[in-house]
C-alpha cells in the first residue's frame, strides 16, 4: 500500500483501547525480533555458550527490574507487577532446559538456539484463535528481544532513541512491546498507533495506566503512514485522521473537552452502587487473567471479580505451578478483593484456547473436542491441585469457583463430587478453608441452557459465557471471516437461551451473571438487564461506562424491552430495540 502523502483529509479505522485524543506529527517505528547470525560451535564450547546465555538472562533480569522501579515511581496503579510475569517467562525453567540442551544437541550459539526455542512456543501460542491467550506472544517477545540483544555488548539506548525523537510525536508501529510503552517519553509521545494488538494485551494496559491515547489494529499502518504527517488520534472511536482540515482540528479539540468532562463524572460514581432509576442492583465484576491486574479492577470501581482466567496462569510457562505457588496466587486475589467476591474459572483449556498437553495427533474438530471440564475430570490429579488450592486460598477473602464448559449434569456433579473430596482432604489436615464457598458453572452450550432448572439445584450461580453459547448455538466459528456476519449476539435462539438460564435460576434461587464481550456490549445493557441478569462482569477498562449505562435505566422498562425482544424472529430486531433505548437513555456514553 503507498504511503499517505498527499494533503487530504483521510480516516483510518482501527481499535480504541486507551482513551484520548491526540494531535501531532507521525514517528513511524518498523522493527521486529531479527533471527540472530547462526553458527556451529565445537563440543568443546557447550559450557562457553551456556555461560553466555545465563549471562544474558542475568543482564536480562536487571534491566526489568529498572524499569518495573521506574513504573512505581511514575505509576499509582502498581502496573510494575507487570513485569512480576516478565521476569517469570525469564526465569521459565522449562525454556531455560530447552535451550541448554538445545545448545548441546544442536552445537550451534546460544543466541539462535535461544531465538528458535521461542519462536516456535510463541507461534503455538499465536495460533490460539482466544485473543486473550494469543496476546501473551507480545510478552514472550518482549523478554526475548532483550535478552538477544543482551548477548551482544550493545546497549539498549538505540532502541530508546528510535521510539522517543526530540520533537513531540504520534508513535506508528507494528507492535509495541510493554517494555516499549514502560520506557515511552511521555514527554514527547502523545500516543500510540500499532497494526497489532487488543484491548487486553499488557501494553494497552500500561498505556491506560499511564494515560497514553492508543489505538491498535490499523491495518498497514506502518507501510501506509508517512513519517511527520500531522495526524488526530481518537482513543475513544479508534479512528485515525491524517492531515486533519482546520474544521476538522477544532471539533476535536471541543470533543477533547467534552470526553474529559465525562470521565471526571465517571470517577464521581466509581464508588457507587450500581442500580437502574427505580432501584434494581446489578453486580458489576472485572473480567482478568493475571493478578496483576488487581489494582485496574480496584480502579475501576468493580464489584470484584467475575471471571479470574486461569489457562494461561497455569499453561503458558510450560510448566503447570504446583498447588502451593497457585494457592498463593488466589490468596492474593481474595485479599485484594475483599469485602467483595472473586470468581476463580477453573482451567479452561483446549478448543482455541491452549492446550493442556500435547496431543498425540492434531483432533478433528477441537471445538467438539478435549476441552474445558473434561480436561479437568480426565486429569483429576491436576484437578485436585486446582481445586485445593483454591479452597486454601478462600481463608483469606471471598472466592467463588466455577467450572467451564458444562454440557450435563453427569459432568457438574462429578466436579462437584471431586471438590468435595478436596475439602474432605483440607479438613483432615486441619488446612483452613471455607466450607461456604460459592460454586457455579459456565452456561456455554445450549445443553446447559436446556437443562438449567435441573443444574440449578446444585450450583450458587450461573455465569453466561456468550462467546461460546453463540457459537455453539448457531453453530458459527466466531473467528471464521467467511461466516462472521452469522455471528449475531442477538440471534432470537441466543437470547431465548439467555432468558432460559435466568428464568431457572430465579426458580431456583441463584443468581446469574453475563461475563462474555456481550456484557460490556453498551448497546445491549438494556435488553440484558431486562431479561434479569444480576450480575456484569466486563474488562476493568470498559466498566465505567457499564455503570453509568445501568445507572441511566430505569428496570421496569427494560423488562417490557425483554418481553418484546423474546417476540422477535430477526436479530436485527431485537438489536435495534435494545439500541434504541439505550442511545435514548445514554446516547453521549455511545459515541
Known amino acids: 500500500m503507498p504511503l499517505h502523502s498527499s494533503h487530504e483529509e483521510t480516516i483510518l479505522q482501527g481499535t480504541a483501547v486507551s482513551p484520548g485524543i491526540a494531535f501531532g506529527p507521525v514517528h513511524v517505528i518498523a522493527r521486529g525480533m531479527m533471527a540472530p547470525d547462526v553458527y556451529e560451535i565445537p563440543e568443546d564450547h557447550i559450557d562457553y555458550e551456556i555461560k553466555r546465555f545465563q549471562e544474558a538472562i542475568a543482564k536480562t533480569k536487571v534491566q526489568l527490574s529498572d524499569i518495573q522501579r521506574r513504573i512505581e515511581n511514575i505509576s499509582e496503579d502498581h502496573e510494575s507487577l507487570i513485569f512480576d510475569a516478565h521476569i517469570l517467562i525469564l526465569e521459565d525453567r522449562s525454556i531455560i532446559k530447552k535451550v541448554e540442551a538445545g545448545i548441546a544437541s544442536r552445537l550451534q550459539n546460544a543466541e539462535f538456539v535461544y531465538y528458535a526455542v521461542i519462536q516456535t512456543y510463541c507461534e503455538a501460542i499465536r495460533r490460539m484463535n482466544d485473543k486473550y491467550l494469543a496476546e501473551r506472544a507480545t510478552d514472550i517477545d518482549d523478554v526475548a528481544q532483550r535478552v538477544i540483544r543482551n548477548f551482544s555488548s550493545a546497549d539498549d539506548e538505540h532502541k530508546s532513541a528510535e521510539l522517543s525523537p526530540d520533537h513531540k510525536h504520534i508513535i506508528v508501529a507494528y507492535d509495541l512491546t510493554p517494555s516499549d510503552t514502560a ?90 452502587d450500581t442500580h437502574t432509576t427505580d432501584n434494581r442492583i ?123 464448559l458444562i454440557s450435563s449434569l453427569h459432568e457438574l456433579l462429578k466436579a462437584k463430587d471431586i471438590l468435595q473430596e478436596c475439602m474432605d482432604e483440607l479438613a483432615k489436615a486441619n488446612i483452613p478453608f471455607d466450607p461456604e464457598m460459592e460454586v457455579g458453572m459456565m452456561i456455554e452450550v445450549p445443553s446447559a441452557a436446556l437443562m438449567a432448572e435441573e443444574l440449578a439445584k446444585h450450583v450458587d450461580f450461573f455465569s453466561i459465557g456468550t462467546n461460546d453459547l453463540i ?76 455503570k453509568k449505562a445501568v445507572r441511566s435505566l430505569n428496570h421496569a422498562d427494560c423488562q417490557q424491552l425483554a418481553k418484546e425482544a423474546l417476540t422477535c424472529r430477526l436479530s436485527n430486531e431485537i438489536y435495534e430495540l435494545s439500541n434504541d433505548m439505550a442511545h435514548k437513555s445514554y446516547s453521549y456514553l455511545l459515541d
Open 471 to 546: 457459537q455453539y448455538t448457531i453453530a458459527v466459528d466466531r473467528v471464521n471471516k467467511t461466516v462472521s456476519d452469522l455471528y449475531r449476539p442477538t440471534n432470537p435462539a441466543v437470547i431465548r437461551l439467555i432468558d432460559m438460564t435466568a428464568q431457572a435460576a430465579r426458580n431456583n434461587g441463584i443468581w446469574t451473571g453475563v461475563c462474555g464481550e456481550v456484557a460490556s456490549d453498551l448497546s445491549l445493557t438494556p435488553l440484558l438487564v431486562g431479561l434479569g441478569i444480576d450480575e456484569l462482569s466486563v474488562g476493568t477498562h470498559k466498566l465505567p461506562k457499564i
Open 183 to 272: 520506557t515511552m517519553d511521555r514527554q514527547a509521545s502523545m500516543g500510540f498507533i500499532t497494526e497489532q494488538g487488543s484491548g487486553n494485551s499488557h501494553t494497552a494496559i500500561l498505556a491506560r495506566s499511564l494515560g497514553i491515547p492508543a489505538i491498535v489494529g490499523v491495518e498497514n499502518a506502518v507501510m501506509s503512514i508517512k513519517s511527520l504527517t500531522f495526524i488526530i488520534l481518537d482513543g475513544y472511536t479508534g479512528q485515525v485522521i491524517l492531515n486533519p482540515e482546520a474544521a476538522t482540528i477544532k471539533k476535536y479539540r471541543e470533543i477533547r473537552r467534552g470526553k474529559k468532562a465525562l470521565e471526571t463524572e465517571l470517577d464521581e460514581i466509581k464508588e457507587s
Open 282 to 404: 446489578i453486580t458489576l465484576s472485572a473480567n482478568i487473567e493475571f493478578d496483576h491486574e488487581l489494582p485496574l479492577v480496584e480502579k475501576s470501581g468493580a464489584n470484584g471479580i467475575g471471571l479470574f482466567r486461569t489457562e494461561f496462569y497455569l499453561l503458558g510457562g510450560g510448566e503447570i505451578p504446583d498447588e502451593n505457588r497457585q494457592a498463593r496466587v488466589y490468596s492474593e486475589v481474595a485479599k485484594h478483593t475483599k469485602p467483595h467476591q472473586a470468581i476463580i474459572r477453573t482451567l479452561d483449556a483446549g478448543g482455541d484456547k491452549l492446550p493442556a498437553e500435547p496431543l498425540p495427533e492434531p483432533e478433528p474438530n477441537p471445538f467438539l473436542g478435549w476441552r474445558g471440564i473434561r480436561v479437568s475430570l480426565s486429569r483429576i490429579s491436576m484437578f485436585k491441585e486446582q481445586l485445593r488450592a483454591i479452597l486454601r486460598a478462600s481463608a483469606h477473602g471471598k472466592l467463588g469457583v466455577m467450572f467451564p
